[in-house]
């Protein structure tokens, strides 16, 4: 048996509550322990109080963590990222400071499809090794469970290469990633004109693939008329959920609400983006209990003023997630804490409320409100110290990375600031 | 003697040029030497070229510095700060996320105001302590020098207690601070409907005291119509200028062009802020060769989308200088990777431009050009080793510290991200 106790907690912030995603008021309760403790065997959380309640309990071989007056937090759970990727896309950076569209770039042969050229060349072992460096940042910023998506592939191949990729980055058990197929992520050269015969492709011969090797748990489509029209992504949605795989959208990036409500219409997990969602899709979600996920920083970083409307959201009672859409493309910043910011001073969600979006919300939307997202017992002992003294310095101090210790089922696995 | 060869510099970003700031398309001119090397004798560097150049100059005792294939460039020069205050106001920011305007906040006595109460309240030491907490995340953001103000004080006791505060810093060696009195940042409580008051004790008592203590190289003000209009800031300015201080000014941030023609008028180094500059102020700016500081992180945290035209300054011949306006209230970040991020996603500078507007430039706004801001034959070794391959990828990939080893004049001050 292996014993972990943490104590010095200035704020154990442990969000422990009812077990299902919060919305309203909830996600303004954190349900913090002020001097907090906690007790870890085994990977698990055993109990969680003052330091006066946990000492008793402790073995003599118990190892013993100081938190020195900083604040712990579970890990955070970024539940919409693409992680693995051959080379930057940092001169498209660039032209689009120089004055350069987004669809400019792509007509010329950019975005999304420079991606997928050079992500099909590079070797398994190669993309293993970039992804590991985005890794270590995803841990520096105290995150412990991502959503990876595949998407850069666009070949049954290639596809299938990204994620065994992510497969071999879970196995190396420093960061949780939990798997989705986005096999309809764009139409890839080849298939240009050909719509219908790239959906037969996904559907016919990608979906049961991946299904069969168990490479993915959910599958998400870009639902967008100029990409993946309704009335196609529903087809290959639909045949992921006959295969068992849960479901979520790319919706509204661009275009109101048909994505938004081909998500209630599906019962999909959560519907993500919708920034351009109205009052019909947002009506919609709420009736089919879908949760939205936020992607703040892709917003941002295209110099978008139009944020999704996230405190409409929560007034009608929907469970906000937040997520840093990490991607070489929209959105390069594997930094919760930079989307927490983001959430504040751009989308005027508190930062109670982020954090809620972030860690217990988040976890719900990919099916693992019970083990992770909280610090409760019986849950796993995935959390974060940060050097800071108060919770709501995570947004307010930007662009740093404040992580101090990152702990993935009790054991430490990065420490940085101090 | 000491001396240190680095070398396999993926890009050593050199900055080298005309012993002035850059203007126009110069600020696009980085001059970069691929696969770079550079010699370092007692703090200084002595030579800058390939590894084959520098290799032979070497003496038996050098210490190798091997920047694995990762960038170089100049320490960051952060030439607007104010980085010794004591609290926060993570309260505020909370308050702002629910809907409190930055006005409502001051007028419940908030706001800068409540930064002074505690300030005052603080001891010299435990000022110190805190300052040295900040100190650290401008290292680890690449950033060597900074331009350090007061006015958090507003009593001569006070102003004096942090501008000694900032000597104390630079005299431990890690971080350079370039000390500015900003006795004029806001009106304090006591003084309160008495503003010829105010003044004359900043004129006749704090500014004599200062420059005879040699406590602050420059002299700054908040010049805007509700709190020191154009006709006191005048007044304080230039008695600074007659005890031989030079001066930048906080210029335009709510209310157009009277801060910009005053800037112009007294020939000041810098304006800064200039959110609502308008054709007058830029005409005056460009006619006075004023250097614009620009803040996006201020903008951006107070949820404005209204940042300064740096696009129409730099098309005018403006040597623009970024800097990030570190400060509890409105911008809690000490990253000028953030700033040079901002910079490009939303005011569309290249990521060269920013990264001159943060090196030489910042440089030669704070009478530092020929020691500082660039890799050149007898300048001060002040550099950073990046994380990266290409110097792009510095604004690209946001809210990260992608810092690996800081160096001030050749000794290395910190070493983080590898």
């Known amino acids: 048996m292996s014993e972990l106790a943490l104590w010095n907690a200035a704020q154990l912030v442990t969000l422990a509550g009812p077990p299902r995603a919060r919305t309203g008021r909830e996600m303004r309760e954190l349900a913090i322990v002020p001097d907090g403790a906690m007790l870890v065997r085994d990977g698990r959380i055993q109990a969680v109080g003052r330091r006066a309640d946990i000492e008793p309990l402790l073995s003599p071989a118990a190892q013993i963590v100081d938190a020195g007056g900083r604040i712990v937090l579970p890990g955070f759970v970024d539940a919409h990222t693409h992680p693995v990727f051959a080379g930057t896309r940092a001169d498209e950076f660039e032209q689009r400071a120089e004055g350069a569209t987004y669809a400019e770039i792509a007509a010329r042969g950019g975005g999304i499809r420079s991606t997928v050229r050079r992500t099909r060349e590079a070797g398994e072992d190669e993309l293993l090794g970039l992804a590991r460096r985005y890794r270590e940042w995803f841990l520096r910023g105290g995150t412990t469970t991502i959503e990876a998506k595949s998407g850069y592939g666009l070949s049954l191949e290639a596809e299938a290469k990204i994620l065994r990729v992510i497969r071999r980055l879970g196995n190396e058990g420093r960061l949780r990633y939990v798997p989705t197929f986005l096999g309809a992520h764009e139409i890839p050269d080849e298939y240009r004109g050909r719509l219908d015969a790239y959906v037969d492709l996904v559907v016919e011969e990608m979906l049961p693939r991946i299904a069969e090797e168990h490479l993915a748990e959910f599958c998400d489509v870009f639902c967008e008329p100029t990409v993946f029209p309704v009335e196609k992504a529903r087809v290959i949605l639909r045949a992921a959920q006959r295969l068992g795989m849960g479901i979520r959208l790319h ?168």
């Open 251 to 418: 919706a509204d990036q661009f275009t109101p609400d048909q994505g938004a409500c081909l998500a209630a219409e599906l019962g999909a997990a959560t519907a993500d983006h919708l920034e351009w969602t109205g009052t019909a899709g947002l009506a919609a979600l709420v009736a089919a209990n879908v949760q939205p996920v936020l992607l703040p920083a892709s917003v941002y970083n295209l110099g978008s003023p139009h944020y999704p409307a996230a405190r409409p959201m929560i007034d009608l009672g929907l469970a906000v997630v937040l997520a840093t859409d990490f991607n070489p493309g929209s959105s390069p910043t594997a930094s919760m804490p930079m989307v927490l910011s983001l959430a504040a001073t751009q989308m005027k969600m508190t930062p109670a409320e982020s954090i809620t979006a972030a860690t217990i919300n988040a976890a719900y939307s990919l099916r693992r409100g019970a083990e992770i997202g909280s610090l409760e017992p019986g849950k796993l002992a995935d959390f974060t110290i940060h050097d800071c003294g108060d919770y709501r310095e995570l947004p307010y101090f930007f662009g740093r990375e404040p992580a101090s210790a990152v702990y993935v089922a009790g054991v430490c696995i990065y420490s940085g600031n101090v």
